[in-house]
T-cell receptor
Framework: DSGVTQTPKHLITATGQRVTLRCSPRSGDLSVYWYQQSLDQGLQFLIQYYNGEERAKGNILERFSAQQFPDLHSELNLSSLELGDSALYFC????????????FGPGTRLTVT | LAKTTQPISMDSYEGQEVNITCSHNNIATNDYITWYQQFPSQGPRFIIQGYKTKVTNEVASLFIPADRKSSTLSLPRVSLSDTAVYYCLVGGVYNNNDMRFGAGTRLTVKP
């Protein structure tokens, strides 16, 4: 158990819909990262937040957005969903050092039908 | 951009030492090298991290040559439970925007 929690574990929705994925980092970790993993794309870095502020941005689509709240939990919002958005979405957290090791949650499996 | 290149797959037998090499020719001065292990449908798990020379912990060693353009993860005496995908990640304090995982190396340990 990494200490990172993600909800829901599974999510099935239709094209065009909007969903919200939630992540709670390990106690004391200020950084939260979001990743997308699909069969043909590998592990893709989406975005990082540090203590409520956006720190780094990767291959995140404009239809996707994220935020980190004062209690440090984070939400990833996916809108106008397409079939190709079906994937595992992982959240990770890390400590205060600039490039600390990341601890990954169990993931949310999103299926868009 | 610190792109990484790893072998797609490797096979080994129980009890052998396995070395997985990652190439990162464009590594920046501030970049660290981190290795993760991932089992199917689980999040990646941190194995080891280093900046230069050699780092060892209870599960693996990481060898980084002086030019830092590659790194080698060494797993001593692998077991069947080490069958997984291993990722090399290069990134740093000032380069998180380019934090990208490689395609990973699928290690299969046979009895």
């Amino acid at each position: 158990d990494s200490g990172v929690t993600q909800t829901p574990k599974h999510l099935i929705t239709a094209t065009g819909q909007r969903v919200t994925l939630r992540c709670s980092p390990r106690s004391g970790d200020l950084s939260v990262y979001w990743y997308q993993q699909s069969l043909d794309q590998g592990l893709q870095f989406l975005i990082q937040y540090y203590n409520g502020e956006e720190r780094a941005k990767g291959n995140i689509l404009e239809r996707f957005s994220a935020q980190q709240f004062p209690d440090l939990h984070s939400e990833l919002n996916l809108s106008s969903l397409e079939l190709g958005d079906s994937a595992l979405y992982f959240c990770a957290s890390s400590g205060p050092r600039g490039f600390s090791e990341q601890y990954f949650g169990p993931g949310t499996r999103l299926t868009v039908t | 951009l610190a792109k990484t290149t790893q072998p797609i797959s490797m096979d080994s037998y129980e009890g052998q030492e396995v070395n997985i090499t990652c190439s990162h020719n464009n590594i920046a001065t501030n970049d660290y090298i981190t290795w993760y292990q991932q089992f199917p449908s689980q999040g990646p798990r941190f194995i080891i991290q280093g900046y230069k020379t050699k780092v060892t912990n209870e599960v693996a060693s990481l060898f980084i040559p002086a030019d830092r353009k590659s790194s080698t993860l060494s797993l001593p005496r692998v077991s069947l439970s080490d069958t997984a995908v291993y990722y090399c990640l290069v990134g740093g304090v000032y380069n998180n925007n380019d934090m990208r995982f490689g395609a990973g190396t699928r290690l299969t340990v046979k009895p």
